[in-house]
C-alpha cells in the first residue's frame, strides 16, 4: 500500500467511497462529495490524500483543511477496514504528523471522527 497526494483523476472514486458521508441518499451524497472533493482538489491539493493497494486501487482517503483557527479533518474513509489495515494505519500515521503541530482548534466531521474511533 501506498499513500499519496489526491489527484483530479481520482475525483470519481473519492466521491462514491465517500457518497454516503455526505448524505443518507446515495445518488445526492455522491453529487455532494464529488463537489466537495473538487473544492478541496482546488483549496488545499496538497492535503488531500488517498492510499492505493498493490492493484492501484483507491482504498482510502483523507482530506484535510487547515486554516487560521480551525484544523478540519474533513473526510477520513477506508475501505473494507478490517482488509486494510495497512491503508489505515498510513492515514492515521500522516494524520498525527499533522496534529502534533497544530496550534488551532480542531473540527473533525462525524463520519470521519467516527472511523478514527472505530479503528483506534
Known amino acids: 500500500m501506498k499513500i499519496r497526494n489526491m489527484k483530479v483523476?481520482?475525483?470519481?472514486?473519492?466521491a462514491r467511497m465517500v457518497a454516503l458521508d455526505h448524505d443518507n441518499s446515495l445518488e445526492k451524497g455522491y453529487r455532494e462529495a464529488?463537489?466537495?472533493t473538487i473544492n478541496h482538489?482546488?483549496?488545499v491539493p496538497q492535503h488531500c490524500y488517498v492510499v492505493e493497494?498493490?492493484?492501484e486501487?483507491?482504498?482510502a482517503v483523507m482530506?484535510?483543511?487547515p486554516q487560521d483557527k480551525v484544523f478540519e479533518v474533513e473526510d477520513f474513509h477506508v475501505k473494507e477496514i478490517q482488509r486494510n489495515k495497512e491503508a489505515l494505519a498510513l492515514l492515521k500515521e500522516k494524520l498525527w504528523k499533522y496534529l502534533d503541530d497544530v496550534k488551532t482548534e480542531v473540527l473533525c466531521c462525524p463520519y470521519a471522527i467516527k472511523r478514527l474511533i472505530e479503528s483506534h
Request: aromatic fraction near 0%; glycine fraction near 0%; hydrophobic fraction near 40%.
Open 34 to 36: 464529488k463537489e466537495h
Open 63 to 65: 482530506v484535510l483543511h
Open 57 to 59: 486501487q483507491i482504498v
Open 53 to 55: 493497494n498493490s492493484h
Open 41 to 43: 482538489l482546488r483549496i
Open 9 to 14: 483523476n481520482d475525483v470519481e472514486t473519492v
